[in-house]
């Protein structure tokens, strides 16, 4: 086998172990598959091998990238790609030592999420006109995308069975088709109620199917046409701030953080595996306060 091969035998282990055992997306695996081939070829051109590249591969190559002109952050994530593949081959034996343990990992600050603040929330939920079949259904989307902070993909995709309105929680199929119970709160469970009772039968003209939020000819919506719901309505309720289809799950979980919860708790009602995903959102809270101090205190 010629040292070619086997590296790419190692690579694709390392992206079985990521999808068999944690559900790593598709996309994801990609990332990672074009960073570690990027640098198999690295070390192919200095005569060096994936296994044993050496410690002062890594930061030459990353000074010459720099001037190259490749972003900081950039670089962060192909480090941090190879630090879990060499991690994942110190652990399954494959090496001895882990070549990137000395290396340093470029400091980049977070960057924060586009939000929305409380005030704004309601008149986004208050956009829709109730009054019509199709305004219940999207009062009741955004009520439950909010309640619940879910990723609008999960959204759409709820069927009848994911509800449970006695119990007020919903059944949601992340990523990595991992399951979570999400508690409703009252108002979200009362716009649902509404919808169910006097918007879902409409618009599904009475015929049996299973999307709970169902798009053009009863089918389940697609993200793209419930994204275009969204910038409809923050016209309506004039927002005019960059709004993105996770927006209101960003608000979710800082809205959450603002009034008291444990950060914990907002990482499993989000679906994060990792709980550094969820610690961006108290780099949002703590922007916030500032904000509010600076707005409010005399000093400011």
């Known amino acids: 086998m010629s040292r070619a091969d086997e590296q790419t035998g190692q690579v694709d282990a390392f992206l079985d172990v990521l999808w068999l055992e944690q ?5 994801t695996l990609s ?33 010459e990238r720099r001037a190259q002109g490749y972003h900081l952050r950039t670089n962060a994530r192909l480090l941090s790609t190879l630090r879990r593949f060499y991690r994942w ?62 990723r609008v993909s999960e959204l ?9 309105v006695r119990q007020g929680v919903v059944r949601v199929v992340g990523k990595g088709d991992k399951e979570r119970l999400v508690p409703l709160g009252e108002e979200s469970l009362y716009w649902l ?22 798009g053009r000819g009863g089918g389940f919506m697609t993200r793209q046409t419930f994204w275009h ?6 016209v309506v309720a004039c927002i005019d701030k960059p709004l993105s289809p996770h927006t209101l799950r960003h608000a979710f979980a800082t809205h959450l953080l603002n009034h008291g919860a444990n950060l ?36 400011g």
């Open 229 to 234: 719901r969204i910038k409809h309505y923050a």
């Open 193 to 214: 109620e509404s919808y169910l009772r006097s918007g879902r039968g409409v618009l599904m003209k009475d015929v049996a199917r299973p999307a709970l939020f169902p």
């Open 89 to 150: 081959a110190l652990a399954s034996g494959a090496i001895e030592h882990d070549p990137l343990a000395d290396v340093a990992l470029p400091r980049v600050r977070p960057s924060l999420p586009n939000t929305l603040d409380e005030q704004e929330v309601e008149r986004l939920l208050e956009a829709p006109d109730v009054s019509t079949a199709i305004g219940l259904r999207d009062r009741a989307m955004l009520e439950v995308l909010y309640a619940g902070g879910l």
């Open 23 to 27: 559900g790593v997306s598709p996309h």
């Open 31 to 63: 990332a990672y598959r074009n960073d570690l081939e990027a640098w198999s070829k690295r070390l192919r051109e200095q005569g060096r091998s994936l296994m044993s590249p050496g410690q002062e591969a890594l930061p030459a190559w990353l000074d």
């Open 264 to 299: 914990r708790v907002v990482q499993l009602l989000l679906g994060h595996s990792d709980l550094s995903t969820t610690q961006i959102y108290t780099h949002v809270a703590q922007a916030r306060l500032e904000a509010l101090h600076a707005e409010h205190h005399p000093r």
């Open 156 to 164: 759409v995709g709820l069927t009848m069975d994911s509800v449970n």
